[in-house]
């Protein structure tokens, strides 16, 4: 069975603080991925990673930054939280075998900025 | 423009019914794969059915079905004989056939809840 853990289920922090989120999967996965998701709006990309310290924004990268310093393990760094951060956060990974390639997801971190 | 688009932001079903959750797409990569997340109030992220622009047969996975239908751009999911544990939020998502690392595009979602 695919697993992808995420540090924390719940998260809260102050405007301005420095904030990591780790994503870590137990399959040898190629691929990874974070997400926010925001409701009607569905997920929307942020950044995602080909392999070890590769990286490609997504679609809303401003505020974010990432590491993937080894192949399990994906961090996403907001480098002064802001309260529109405020969100859900999902890390995905996806092996490039198989005939499917889907995303395997984690169960999230729910980000609270006051 | 919006590439997915899900126009049930909610929906209502009676257990035991047939329900379809809409789903049209837009793009012009003639390689794309069509998929189905289940993300119950827990949080996490299910896999439930996935279809592949070229599959000449509609993707089916025990109670789903996936309705494919490549000249209205349209992929709705069908759930037959709905269950309690059916009531989640359904996203629909794309991954377009160029892109590198196989990042999906998601819909807004669905909101289904089903009624004893």
């Known amino acids: 069975d695919v697993k992808v853990t995420q540090s924390s289920r719940y998260l809260v922090k102050r405007t301005g603080e420095k904030v990591f989120l780790e994503c870590v999967q137990d399959m040898d996965h190629e691929n990874m991925f974070w997400y926010r998701q925001d409701p009607g709006l569905g997920l929307r990309l942020i950044y995602f990673s080909y392999d070890v310290k590769m990286k490609e924004k997504g679609d809303i990268p401003e505020g974010y930054s990432v590491s993937r310093e080894k192949k399990e393990r994906f961090s996403l760094i907001l480098e002064s939280a802001s309260t529109n951060q405020t969100s859900m956060y999902l890390c995905?990974?996806?092996?490039?075998?198989?005939?499917?390639?889907?995303?395997?997801f984690g169960p999230g971190t729910r980000l609270t900025v006051t | 423009a919006q590439k997915i688009t899900q126009t049930q932001p909610g929906m209502f079903v009676q257990e035991k019914e047939a329900v379809t959750l809409d789903c049209t797409y837009d793009?012009?990569?003639?390689?794309?794969?069509l998929f189905w997340y289940k993300q119950p109030s827990s949080g996490e992220m299910i896999f439930l059915i996935y279809q592949g622009s070229y599959d000449q047969q509609n993707a089916t996975e025990g109670r789903y079905s996936l309705n494919f239908q490549k000249a209205r751009k349209s992929a709705n999911l069908v759930i037959s004989a709905s269950q309690l544990g059916d009531s989640a939020m359904y996203f629909c998502?794309?991954?377009?056939?160029?892109?590198?690392?196989?990042?999906?595009?998601f819909g807004q979602g669905t909101e289904l809840s089903v009624k004893p």
């Open positions: 995905a990974s996806r092996t490039l075998q198989g005939p499917l390639n889907e995303q395997y």
């Open positions: 998502a794309m991954r377009e056939g160029h892109n590198q690392g196989g990042k999906l595009i």
């Open positions: 793009t012009s990569d003639p390689s794309y794969g």
